[in-house]
T-cell receptor, first 113, second 114 residues
Framework: DSGVTQTPKHLITATGQRVTLRCSPR?????VYWYQQSLDQGLQFLIQ???????AKGNILERFSAQQFPDLHSELNLSSLELGDSALYFC????????????FGPGTRLTVT | GQNIDQPTEMTATEGAIVQINCTYQ??????LFWYQQHAGEAPTFLSY????GLEEKGRFSSFLSRSKGYSYLLLKELQMKDSASYLC???????????????FGKGTKLSVIP
């Protein structure tokens, strides 16, 4: 158990809908990272937050957005969903400063039908 | 930009040794990671190299050559439970406040057979 929690574990929704994925980082970790993993693309970095502020952006679509709240939990919002958005979405957290390891949550499996 | 290559699949026999290679071309380099990922589960950290050379950790070792943009993960005394995907990831440019972006390769699916 990495200490990172994600809810829900599974989500099935229809095209055009909007969903929110939630992540709670390990206690004390200030950085949260979101990744998308599909079968053909591997693990793709989406976005990173540090202590409530956006720090880095990867291959995140404009239909997707995220935020990190004062209690450090983070939410990833996916809207106007398409079939191709079906994937595993992982959240990871790390300490700031000298730590180099990212700890991954169990993931949310999103299926868009 | 970042480009990370590793073989898609490998098969090895229980008890044997296997080497999984990773080559990378990145615009910034601040370390290379190996993660293990069982199907449908979260990646778990295996090793980290930032200087050239070999890092050994039990049955797993990882090697880095920065000048060649090359790393490998060596797994010894293979066990059935080692069947998993192995992800090579490069830590790139600094993005502020002690934070870095990780770029992952597509992973090598290792099958260990009896």
């Amino acid at each position: 158990d990495s200490g990172v929690t994600q809810t829900p574990k599974h989500l099935i929704t229809a095209t055009g809908q909007r969903v929110t994925l939630r992540c709670s980082p390990r206690s004390g970790d200030l950085s949260v990272y979101w990744y998308q993993q599909s079968l053909d693309q591997g693990l793709q970095f989406l976005i990173q937050y540090y202590n409530g502020e956006e720090r880095a952006k990867g291959n995140i679509l404009e239909r997707f957005s995220a935020q990190q709240f004062p209690d450090l939990h983070s939410e990833l919002n996916l809207s106007s969903l398409e079939l191709g958005d079906s994937a595993l979405y992982f959240c990871a957290s790390s300490e700031a400063g000298l730590s180099y390891e990212q700890y991954f949550g169990p993931g949310t499996r999103l299926t868009v039908t | 930009g970042q480009n990370i290559d590793q073989p898609t699949e490998m098969t090895a026999t229980e008890g044997a040794i296997v080497q999984i290679n990773c080559t990378y071309q990145t615009s910034g380099f601040n370390g290379l990671f190996w993660y293990q990922q069982h199907a449908g589960e979260a990646p778990t950290f295996l090793s980290y190299n930032v200087l050239d050379g070999l890092e050994e950790k039990g049955r797993f070792s990882s090697f880095l050559s920065r000048s060649k943009g090359y790393s490998y993960l060596l797994l010894k005394e293979l066990q059935m439970k080692d069947s998993a995907s192995y992800l090579c990831a490069v830590r790139g440019s600094y993005s502020g406040a002690g934070s870095y972006q990780l770029t992952f390769g597509k992973g090598t699916k290792l099958s260990v057979i009896p």
